[in-house]
Each structure stands twice: as structure tokens, then as C-alpha cells.
């Protein structure tokens, strides 16, 4: 039977390109995307922006903005080579005051969704008469 797990410390060197890393942890889908973000400056090194090509260590501490989402995260291992999504994860430690800060957000937005955010696609047909029955009788002068 093939041991198809990856050892993140025995296959790798001392240094691995930051934009594999990303990938590999799982930070991103693609080496693409994760290149497209490392450029767009939502990757930083002691608030440094990064270039793809710059090569992290053991111990190195990342800010990587995903989204809405914000990870400040410590390089535990180094992997070029994806793997499942419990080897990504021992690849890194994600600091305590990230980690607080991510699931007081989560809660925020639970609690209070954005507006809006119910609403998905195009109007309905009877969505739209209504609307045009509003902007026809909406008149701002005779609200005051």
C-alpha cells in the first residue's frame, strides 16, 4: 500500500517559495491565485509586501488577507506539494490574537448581517412592477 501522506519536515529543504507555500497550506485554490495575491500586496512579511519568488522559512510570520477574512500566521513546516487539508493545516500556527479576532468578525456578522445580503440575482417580474409602482409614486417634496 502507498503512503500517500505527506511529511512536511523530510521533503523539503530549508526554504520554499512563498507562493507554493500558500498553495500547499492551503490558503488558496491555485499557485495562480495565490502568485495574483502575493502581488496585489495581500501577503506581508512584517508588513512588507512580498514578491512570489521570495523564499520563507521555519518561523517566518505572514499577514495573508483572504477576503474579508484576516490570518496572521507562524511558518511551522515548509511543503511545496499539497496535500489534505490536516497536513495543510500543521504547516502553520495562526497567532491567539488572530484567531480572536477572525471569530469576534464571524460573530459581528452572524449577529448582524449586511444589507442586502438576502438578496440574490435578478428581481422577479413581480419584484420589478413593484418596484416601478414605488419610483413612480416616490416624490421626496411631499415627505416634508
Do not use: C
Not at 18 to 32: G, N, Q, V
Not at 117 to 122: A, E, K, L, P, Q
Request: hydrophobic share 35%.
Amino acid at each position: 500500500m502507498k503512503n500517500t501522506q505527506i511529511k512536511p519536515a523530510e521533503e523539503e529543504s530549508t526554504s520554499v517559495r512563498l507562493d507554493k507555500w500558500l498553495w500547499a497550506a492551503r490558503f488558496f485554490k491555485t499557485r495562480t491565485l495565490s502568485q495574483d495575491n502575493i502581488e496585489l500586496g495581500r501577503v506581508r512579511m512584517n508588513g512588507v509586501r512580498l514578491k512570489a519568488s521570495k523564499d520563507i522559512r521555519v518561523g517566518d510570520q505572514l499577514e495573508i488577507i483572504r477576503g474579508e477574512e484576516r490570518f496572521v500566521v507562524v511558518v511551522k513546516a515548509l511543503s511545496s506539494k499539497r496535500g489534505s487539508a490536516t497536513v495543510a493545516q500543521t504547516l502553520y500556527e495562526e497567532t491567539p490574537e488572530s484567531l480572536e479576532a477572525r471569530t469576534r468578525i464571524k460573530e459581528n456578522s452572524r449577529l448582524m448581517p449586511m444589507p442586502g445580503s438576502d438578496y440574490h440575482g435578478r428581481p422577479t417580474k413581480r419584484d420589478g412592477r413593484k418596484i416601478r409602482q414605488f419610483m413612480a409614486e416616490f416624490d421626496p417634496s411631499k415627505d416634508f
